[in-house]
Nanobody, 116 residues
Framework: QVQLVESGGGLVQPGGSLRLSCAAS????????MRWYRQAPGKQREFVAI???????NYADSVKGRFTISRDNAKTTVYLQMNSLKPEDTAVYYC??????????WGQGTQVTVSS
């Protein structure tokens, strides 16, 4: 059984920073990529960032230059450093692991609220 445990969400003022973490555990034979998504109230879940097994990264236009995705050396924990946060970044953030030719896994989500 695969588990993804997210942490690091919370309440922050506009312009502030947060760092999200997502730790994967369980029987994962291989990880192709790790991603972050977010879902704001009343909106669809949207892509935020991805890091592949080779370390290639990509970001949604709305977060480029402000967010940074990274992972640990064991490639089982993914991070999302979020700087210069805006109220429109308020959402539940989810991590996702893609396996080559297999299922993808989702975390339970962590709430990020940007408000003064």
């Amino acid at each position: 059984q695969v588990q993804l445990v997210e942490s690091g969400g919370g309440l922050v003022q506009p312009g502030g920073s947060l760092r999200l973490s997502c730790a994967a555990s369980g029987s994962i034979a291989s990880i192709y990529a790790m991603r972050w998504y977010r879902q704001a109230p009343g909106k669809q879940r949207e892509f935020v960032a991805i890091i592949t097994d080779r370390g290639t990264t990509n970001y949604a236009d709305s977060v480029k230059g402000r967010f940074t995705i990274s992972r640990d050396n064991a490639k089982t924990t993914v991070y999302l450093q979020m700087n210069s946060l805006k109220p429109e970044d308020t959402a539940v953030y989810y991590c996702n692991i893609m396996t080559p030719g297999g299922p993808s896994y989702w975390g339970q989500g962590t709430q990020v609220t940007v408000s003064s």
